[in-house]
């Protein structure tokens, strides 16, 4: 039987990647995201993807989005939290607090209220898998980025005790804590970047790579095969750990 799969922020970037490799291996995948243009492209060209438009920190769309998968999946087998926003970059003592709310209901509010809507369709799962969306800044500090980095490392103590809790039930629950991906969001980084520093966006690049064994951007697609492997019959006894894919960091810069 085909896997069920919820992705959110599955219409663009790391989210998109995960959505394609699972209906690649014949899943039935649908997606939550609040781009509605991109959500109307992605399930127009990919048969088995199916989508809700809408905001996880909404209990209004939350209710949407799981009528909406009740009514295409029938169930869940697989919940990936992909969801997240950046916020503003600014030190602690600048950083605005309605900013930091608003991080913090994306990040941390929306993902509980996206799993703890999955949980009962988990457990009526063969197989449940939860694999969560952190990031390099869930395992280090990040300088002028307080409420990204507070809420990444606040999904890994989320993941943990579900794993926990569910594991009873035969649900596995990971963290992936990518470092920089490959793409044009990372680039407009660098690019902003240098417009302030003054140098090159090759010189920008050069320096965050610096702390990194591995000096490459990482694949959104290498990210997504690792989900694959997590959701698959031969990592049901892998749970509550956290699997960094960031080139082995020693900061997040």
């Known amino acids: 039987m085909s896997q069920r799969v919820l992705v959110t922020a599955g219409a663009n970037g790391i989210g998109l990647a ?5 209906a690649a291996t014949g899943a039935r995948v649908h997606i939550a995201d609040i781009n509605a243009d991109a959500v ?8 088995n993807i199916t989508g809700t438009v809408g905001d996880i920190s909404k209990a209004s769309d939350v209710e949407k989005l799981f009528h909406d998968i009740r009514g295409q999946l ?4 697989v919940l990936v939290n ?3 926003i950046a916020g503003p970059t600014a030190p602690v003592e600048d950083y605005d607090a309605g900013a930091f709310a608003a991080v913090v209901g994306v990040n ?3 993902t509980f209220n996206i799993t703890q809507r999955a949980i009962p369709l988990l457990k009526a799962s063969e197989a449940g898998s939860i694999i969560t969306m952190s990031s390099l800044a869930g395992r280090f500090g ?3 980025r307080v409420g990204y980095s507070t809420t990444k490392w606040g999904l890994v103590g989320f993941a943990k005790t579900l794993a926990m809790e569910l594991g009873q039930y035969g649900i596995t629950s990971n963290t992936i804590h990518p470092g920089a991906v490959d ?7 660098f690019e902003g970047r240098a417009a302030v520093s003054g140098r090159t966006v090759r010189e ?3 320096s965050a790579m610096a702390n990194q064994s591995v000096k490459q951007f990482i694949n959104p697609n290498d990210i997504a095969q690792l989900v694959l492997f997590l959701a698959g019959p031969h990592a049901r006894t892998i749970s509550g750990q956290m699997f960094p894919i960031d080139g082995d960091s020693k900061a997040a810069v």
């Open 18 to 22: 995960i959505a394609k490799a699972f």
């Open 40 to 47: 109307t492209a992605v399930t127009a060209e990919h048969a």
């Open 74 to 77: 029938g169930g869940l087998d």
């Open 82 to 84: 992909n969801a997240g």
């Open 108 to 110: 941390l509010q929306g």
């Open 142 to 144: 990040y300088p002028n």
């Open 183 to 189: 793409g044009p969001r990372i680039m407009s980084v």
């Open 204 to 206: 920008e690049i050069d």
